[in-house]
């Protein structure tokens, strides 16, 4: 009797299921693994915009918390990544290096769980579940590994797939509804996502059931007019030049071509990709194809601008892992293709191994994955990720925001360090990598070179404190601990 059980279990999805979320974790967590700081730079750059939301107290009329100043525009087009990370962290009192350690990896395994989900009514749940665990991770293309909004909204595209899918009442509307505005307020890019990948579907309903596309058009369109209401200026500071944008022809860094990408994703998940495909468009009906042609959308739109360099760039860059979702959804259907692979009756009675006939396909896809996982686990683990910050940088930091008072508002530092430094410390900086602006790093780092024996530079800058492991020959700064130098109080403006 136990036995049975056993081979039930065995047999069952639960297993398989424990092992893939094990294997989605640990893949996802390897940026984070060794290291117990943030990794990316966007990393930092939202938690300096969550720490400002937990400041003001509102999630509009926020100043850069960087510079000063008008908001940048992480914290008009993201504000609801911010406002949930904030309001997490002041209910959970998870530290911040917690939660940006570990909570890619959650997020990832709700993204999987969501995939079996979505996929287990088509017939191939654990399948496309383990597909979706090869998604990549690396600086350019994001990934699961970062706690980004690209990452976070990968789980609302698949839950509002499945509300898209499988329900017709009009709370599912509703709910639809709700995820696509939290989605703008998330990730805009992510948003115009799941309504390229949805488009298929809502005109395969349009004949015999008009209502259901009529119902998900709402759903998705309504949430886009209202950012026009909620947001000021999107109109100036978004959607013109985003049009603009699509009239001028990009250039496309190297190290997030298509080839590229293709590489790092696997020659085995692609060939599994066409073979799921192919069975896909056989099942036909409303859903696999609905799935086949999203994916195809969003394929598209990547060669147009791959090829012609036409297009929206943050949707070449970010739409590159809504492809991979549902590529790894696609490639599940190929995955069990290959799993009920059986040997014609007269040929399997000819042979002496029943055990081994009987459950070709099953041995087959098990051998798929084996060495499926032998060649991503490598290559992800040899994936490489900048840091930004080591242990002796925090622990400063650490120290400034403890020690210097308030009327030390604003530091000059290598602008490499100094996003990680607003994370921490809450205070403004002169330069800082992610906005872009050479001239202020170029100026930066001449000053800390040659000595920061500039006064009047940081007077007229309104700069008070100096970080940095280089010589410091300005009598008018105060070494107040190891690096950290504090412009005398009579001079300060």
């Known amino acids: 009797m136990s036995g049975r059980i056993l081979l039930k279990l065995v047999q069952s999805d639960y297993l398989k299921l424990v092992l893939i979320v094990g294997l989605a974790f640990y893949l996802s967590f390897i940026p984070h693994y060794s290291y117990p700081y943030l990794v990316h730079l966007d990393e930092w750059i939202h938690l300096s915009c969550s720490n400002e939301i937990i400041k003001e107290a509102a999630a509009f009329g926020l100043t850069d918390p960087f510079k000063g100043g008008p908001p940048i525009s992480n914290q008009l087009f993201e504000v609801g990544f911010h406002v949930y990370w904030a309001g997490f962290y002041l209910v959970s009192s998870i ?43 690396t600086v350019g293309i994001m990934g699961p590994g970062f706690l980004v909004p690209v990452a976070l909204g990968l789980p609302f595209i698949t839950i509002s797939l499945f509300i898209a899918f499988y329900l017709r009442s009009w709370t599912s509307y509703v709910i639809l509804f709700v995820l696509t505005l939290f989605l703008f307020s998330l990730h805009s ?63 496309i860094p190297e190290y997030i071509t298509i080839p590229n990408i293709v590489k790092t994703y696997g020659y085995i998940p692609i060939s599994l990709v066409l073979i799921g495909s192919f069975l896909l468009s056989i099942k036909g009906g409303r859903i696999p194809y609905g799935i086949l042609f999203g994916c195809l959308i969003l394929l598209l739109m990547l060669a147009i601008y791959y090829t012609l360099g036409y297009g929206v760039s943050m949707m070449y860059y970010r739409g590159i892992q809504y492809v991979m979702l ?9 995955l069990m293709g290959i799993r009920k692979i059986r040997l014609p009756l007269w040929f399997s009675s000819r042979l002496k191994s029943p055990h081994i006939t009987n459950n070709l396909g099953n041995i087959l896809c098990i051998i798929i994955v084996g060495i499926m996982l032998y060649m991503a686990i490598p290559t992800r683990l040899q994936t490489i990720y900048y840091r930004m910050i080591d242990d002796k940088d925090y622990q400063a930091f650490v120290w400034i925001r403890d020690n210097v008072s308030n009327g030390y508002k604003k530091a000059i530092l290598d602008p490499w360090k100094g996003t990680a430094f607003t994370a ?32 009047a530079f940081l007077k007229e800058n309104d700069i008070s404190i100096v970080y940095t492991r280089l010589d410091c020959e300005n009598p008018d700064l105060v070494e107040v601990q190891e690096d950290i130098y504090l412009l005398k109080q009579e001079l300060i403006p």
């Open 95 to 137: 530290d911040w290096l917690g939660i940006f350690k570990y909570f890619p990896s959650i997020v990832f395994i709700i993204t999987v769980l969501s995939v079996y989900i979505l996929a287990k009514r088509q017939g191939f749940g654990w399948e496309a579940a383990l597909m979706t665990c090869l998604i990549p991770t």
């Open 326 to 334: 549902m590529m790894g959804i696609i490639a599940g259907a190929g």
């Open 189 to 251: 890019a992510t948003a115009i996502g799941l309504i390229l990948i949805l488009i298929p579907y809502i005109l395969l309903n349009l004949k015999d059931n008009l209502k259901h596309s009529i119902g998900i058009i709402l759903a998705l369109v309504v949430p886009f007019f209202l950012a026009f209401l909620i947001v000021p200026g999107i109109r100036d500071i978004l959607v013109i030049p985003t049009a603009r944008s699509l009239l001028v022809p990009h250039s």
């Open 424 to 455: 921490v410390t809450g205070k403004n900086i002169y330069a800082w990598i992610g906005e872009r602006s050479e001239k202020d790093d170029i100026v930066a780092s001449r000053f800390l070179e040659e000595g920061c024996k500039d006064t």
